[in-house]
């Protein structure tokens, strides 16, 4: 579980615990599976390989990252998409491996659309209205959390106060 995950309520024990985070994407900001799984038997190969060329993009631009890679270019997966080595290589091999019965609902896991963050600091919401029955937490994207001022009354402040 990342650190910027407020749970709401315990976690279901299953085999495989991840779930959606849009109608294309499985977010790993809360992420199970057997340790000795196919799926991460692959995330763990793809996450040590700095230089990792995605089976998911086109043909053409994937022969153009092995060429640089063979000639000593390659590209960096830092310099790649945002979420190559997350949630695009888990949707990728979940789905490759007919795993997509175990992800769970948006509102269980990612109701808090990212780009909804800001929700979080306004004064007169509280935790509950951001969250749905089925929620089991709100992940708060750290990246998009403002630096300074959490208002009295905020979802944040709740939070902050718990």
Not at 74 to 102: C, F, K, S, Y
């Given at each position: 579980v990342?650190?910027?995950?407020y ?7 299953d ?21 000795g799984?196919?799926?991460?038997k692959?995330?763990l ?9 995605p ?41 490759e ?16 659309h ?21 929620s ?7 990246s998009?959390?403002?630096p300074?001022g959490?208002p ?11």
């Amino acid at each position: 579980v990342d650190c910027d995950v407020y749970c709401l309520k315990p976690f279901f024990e299953d085999e495989y615990v991840f779930g959606w985070e849009s109608s294309k994407l499985i977010c790993n900001a809360v992420l199970k599976m057997p340790s000795g799984s196919h799926l991460l038997k692959n995330i763990l190969k793809a996450s040590e390989d700095i230089y990792f060329i995605p089976p998911w993009i086109p043909s053409r631009k994937r022969n153009k990252m092995a060429l640089r890679k063979k000639l000593g270019f390659p590209v960096h997966v830092a310099d790649q998409a945002w979420g190559v080595i997350g949630p695009q290589l888990l949707t990728h091999h979940v789905r490759e491996m007919n795993l997509t019965n175990h992800a769970s609902s948006i509102d269980a896991f990612y109701n808090l659309h990212f780009e909804c963050t800001g929700l979080l600091y306004e004064p007169g919401l509280s935790v509950r209205d951001l969250a749905t029955n089925r929620s089991s937490f709100l992940h708060l994207c750290n990246s998009r959390l403002k630096p300074s001022g959490v208002p009295a009354g905020s979802p944040m402040h709740e939070i902050l106060n718990a």
